[in-house]
């Protein structure tokens, strides 16, 4: 099946520093691949879709300058999130679909960030 | 945009006991999944099921789309299915996945 392998699974940042977080596709080409936040006890809220070769899609009060999505392969979408803030710290999780087989999408283990 | 909703937000289970979740949604799907959020974080994905019934196991889903809800039935609960079941939908083809809230499953020995 589908695997999504996200990198690193647990990071710990000083404030006003950048944080990556690689997001790869390992055994099918995702042309689409979506990133989202999680808040403590709280449900998975979509921040970006991430498009090969193009910009990323933002949801309305995600800010673009400092959630920095590169889809620059078909198996791979990073985001960067930039000035990292206490209020960053969360647990970022990415997925993908491999489109045209019916099981729908498939999530990486996610990324939880504390900034401090 | 679709709006989803889960029922029970919680619940409490003896072992062994059967249970029921819900997954309403406002508008016609063309993806749902339930997801089962282990204490770690993974999202472990339990059912592809846009419409019809699945059965995995202890686990079975049913989906109907026309009256716009699923269902996830767990039998024969154990402690390990302890955690957070979420529903989630898209309404296009490589589009957005719109979660509910979860339900907080606690499953006690």
């Known amino acids: 099946g589908a695997v999504v392998s996200q990198h690193p699974s647990r990071v710990i940042c000083k404030s006003g520093t950048s944080v990556k977080i690689e997001c790869r596709s390992l055994d099918f080409q995702a042309t689409t691949m979506f990133w989202y936040r999680q808040f403590p006890k709280q449900s998975l809220m979509l921040m970006a879709t991430?498009?090969?070769?193009?910009?990323?899609?933002?949801e309305q009060g995600v800010e673009k300058d400092k959630f920095l999505i590169n889809h620059a392969s078909l198996t791979l979408s990073t985001l960067t999130v930039t000035s990292a803030h206490p209020e960053d710290s969360s647990f970022y999780i990415c997925?993908?679909?491999?489109?045209?087989?019916?099981?729908?999408?498939?999530f990486g283990s996610g990324t939880r960030l504390t900034v401090v | 945009g679709i709006q989803v909703e889960q029922s029970p937000p919680d619940l409490i289970l003896q072992e062994g006991a059967n249970s029921t979740l819900r997954c309403n949604f406002s508008?016609?799907?063309?993806?749902l999944q339930w997801f089962h959020q282990n204490p770690w974080g993974q999202l472990i994905n339990l059912f592809y099921?846009?419409?019809g019934t699945k059965q995995n196991g202890r686990l079975s889903a049913t989906t109907v789309a026309t009256e716009r809800y699923s269902l996830l039935y767990i039998s024969s609960s154990q402690t390990t299915d302890s955690g957070v079941y979420f529903c989630a939908v898209s309404t296009g083809a490589n589009s957005k996945l719109t979660f509910g809230k979860g339900i907080t499953l606690s499953v006690r020995p």
């Open positions: 099921i846009p419409s």
């Open positions: 508008d016609s799907v063309n993806n």
């Open positions: 991430s498009n090969e070769g193009s910009k990323a899609t933002y």
């Open positions: 997925s993908a679909t491999e489109g045209g087989r019916n099981y729908g999408y498939t």
